[in-house]
């Protein structure tokens, strides 16, 4: 266990029972100006949780004790802090069941320095939010916030009011992995927290209009099986 | 008995209206009480005949129905899958052919109670099943069953048991080959493919910690694990998916997706320099599969079609067919054989003369297509002329949900 404040003022919680696997966290954490915390098993997690203040934790799915979905319920029951499961592939249904279980986002293993990085970013914002844009630009795509106005290399593109509802809390959440539930309730209200049918029709629909067909194809909206999904411009 | 009665009526009839005292039953010649004599002896050797003759007719009727029912039961113990199915089937077969209210035959010992009457089955001075009837059936029935129909059933179910065991065994031993063809190749991939990435990432590693290395080299080096290190991490996931479709593990979470999305998740796995031609019939209605899976499926299709079609965009086109959607991946690479048709979908198949180089697959994309689209309900194949590209076909239900 380390103590102090890294350069950008966050401490990071690290569980894996792998110390290899802790090891490289640390070294791309510590790089990318995070301080880290680290803890073998799910008890030994709790405890340093409950110490220090931590402002985000990153758990493997696999844990010696306590597996990692029941230690992101436990967490949750007394903290808001993002949690982000490190899962293998063919754990998806654990990986499912930990973000039902209030962790905020996933990280496939093995995983690059960036993309691990990029999450966790993603993922503090939630806590501290940025001063609100009004216009935010993502490659290619320029969206105002508060006209209305959306463009694609600088041709205006029409989107129906609930088609813009759901383009701007993908672009306040870029990057984040924004769940069923989560857009569903946001943008039709709780009655609707399980429609997802309807949902995929406007995602279908927003896509078509922000991907322009003629030229390269872009991904902005990337679809996350059985969870949500994910705006991440490319 | 009737024979003789019929017999002693027509002589005291014939004494009565023919033999003098005409009338009476009294006889006044003692030549009529020969000729009266006579008649009798006549009359009861033909009836007595007769009767013969009828019962042998019978008799043969049911030589004939127990013949046919041998045969019956063996032509529906041979043909059926199922041993019990089959026995069923006898069962109610043997109780029309003999007239009997039910009749069933079990392959384990059984204990008779009161209202059913067992018979053992044996073959061989072995049980192989009961025979179960109703309890008290007529005696001539029930020695009928025993004599004529049990020593039949017992070598006809005997055959059918061994039959059985054969063909599990069989199966058994096509399997263990198969799955020791597998092995084979997994010991081949792991001697190469596996121990290649790790000796290129264990000198990597070692060279970059040299003092005299420029910073260029220690880029290069860096790069070099990671690519090796992805190769290795993406082999290991195509043999776990391989093993579990193999093991027939691999069960899907069936649930309904949109192939819109499907192939965008498939597409997005893909290279950043790769291109591809999207069609997607508006039309096309949800498909009921597992999702993770048949996107693994159609991104190992679309990463194989980029391998081969040498820089040429890969098309993709989903339509429906009545309740099944299509989707055709179409590359303009060398194509496939007749011959190759079906060996390509076997796991580390290579075709002749294609070279194994660092920008070759794993060898087990096109197995882990096809195990997951048939776990998924589906079909795949591969219709292809030298020369011309392939195009791979899958076929899913679809569920008929609109989008």
């Known amino acids: 266990m380390t103590s102090g404040f890294g350069p950008n003022g966050r401490r990071i919680l690290a569980v894996d029972d792998e110390p290899q696997i802790l090891r490289a966290l640390k070294l791309v954490l510590r790089s990318a100006g995070y301080e880290v915390v680290t803890a073998a098993n799910s008890e030994e997690a709790l405890d340093v949780a ?35 499961v490190l899962s293998a592939v063919g754990e998806e249904e654990k990986k499912v069941r930990a973000l039902r279980s209030g962790a905020d986002d996933y990280v496939t293993k093995p995983f690059g320095p960036a993309e691990l990085v990029a999450r966790l970013e993603a993922a503090l914002r939630r806590t501290s939010p940025e001063p609100e844009e009004s216009r935010v630009v993502a490659g290619g795509l320029e969206v105002d916030l508060a006209e209305h106005l959306v463009w694609r290399d600088g041709e205006e593109i029409h989107l129906t009011p609930t088609e813009f509802e759901l383009l701007r809390l993908f672009v306040r959440h870029r990057g984040r992995l924004l769940t069923h539930h989560a857009l569903l309730t946001q943008v039709w209200g709780s009655e609707y927290a399980d429609d997802v049918t309807v949902l ?18 872009r991904h902005y909206v990337r679809t996350e099986p059985g969870v949500g999904y994910r705006f991440d411009p490319k | 008995m009737l024979g003789i009665a019929t017999s002693v009526l027509s002589a005291a009839a014939f004494n009565f209206f023919f033999l003098p005292p005409v ?14 004599g006579a008649f009798l002896v006549v009359a009861v050797a033909t009836s007595s005949v007769s009767e013969l003759a009828r019962r042998r007719a019978v008799e043969a009727q049911n030589r004939r129905a127990e013949a046919d029912l041998t045969a019956a039961m063996a032509q529906l113990l041979l043909a059926r899958a199922g041993v019990e199915d089959a026995l069923a089937l006898i069962g109610r077969h043997l109780a029309v052919t003999l007239g009997l209210p039910w009749a069933s035959i079990s392959l384990g010992d059984m204990e008779g109670d009161p209202r059913r009457h067992v018979i053992a089955l044996n073959s061989d001075h072995r049980r192989v099943g009961t025979l179960v009837v109703p309890a008290h059936l007529p005696a001539d029935v029930l020695s009928r069953l025993r004599e004529r129909v049990v020593p039949a059933l017992s070598v006809v179910v005997q055959v059918a048991l061994e039959r059985e065991q054969l063909v599990a065994e069989t199966v058994e031993t096509e399997g263990l080959r198969r799955s020791e063809a597998i092995k084979t190749a997994v010991l081949r991939a792991v001697s190469h493919d596996l121990r290649s990435p790790v000796t290129a990432m264990v000198a990597a590693g070692a060279a970059v910690r040299a003092p005299e290395v420029t910073r260029v080299e220690r880029d290069e080096l860096g790069r070099l694990v990671v690519e090796e290190g992805t190769r290795l991490a993406r082999l290991i996931n195509d043999l776990l998916d391989l093993s579990k479709i193999e093991a027939e593990t691999a069960a899907p979470r069936l649930a309904e997706c949109s192939l819109e999305e499907v192939i965008d998740a498939a597409l997005a796995a893909q290279p950043r320099d790769a291109r591809f031609r999207v069609r997607i019939d508006p039309n096309l209605t949800l498909v009921g599969a597992d999702f993770v899976q048949v996107e693994r499926a159609l991104a190992n299709l679309l990463e194989n079609a980029t391998r081969y079609s040498d820089g040429e965009p890969v098309t993709i086109r989903a339509r429906p067919v009545g309740d099944r959607a299509i989707i055709r991946v179409i590359d303009r690479g060398p194509g496939v054989s007749e011959a190759e048709r079906e060996r390509i979908f076997e796991p580390f198949y290579r075709s002749a003369g294609q070279a194994v180089d660092a920008h070759a697959g794993s060898g087990l994309g096109l197995a882990i297509a096809k195990g997951f689209v048939e776990t998924n309900g589906g079909r795949i194949w591969v219709e292809s002329n030298p020369g011309q590209g392939s195009t791979f076909v899958v076929e899913l239900r679809v569920t008929g949900t609109t989008r």
Do not use: H, Y
């Open chain 1, 200 to 217: 995929r029709g406007q995602i279908a629909n927003l896509r078509r209009k922000l991907e322009n067909e003629a030229g390269p194809r």
């Open chain 1, 50 to 84: 409950a110490v220090g203040p931590v402002d985000a934790a990153i758990v493997d799915l696999l844990l010696p004790d306590i597996d990692g979905i029941e230690l992101a319920q436990r967490l949750r029951e007394w903290t808001s802090m993002p949690i982000i």
């Open chain 2, 23 to 36: 009338g009476t039953f009294r006889i006044a010649a003692t030549s009529d009480w020969v000729a009266l």
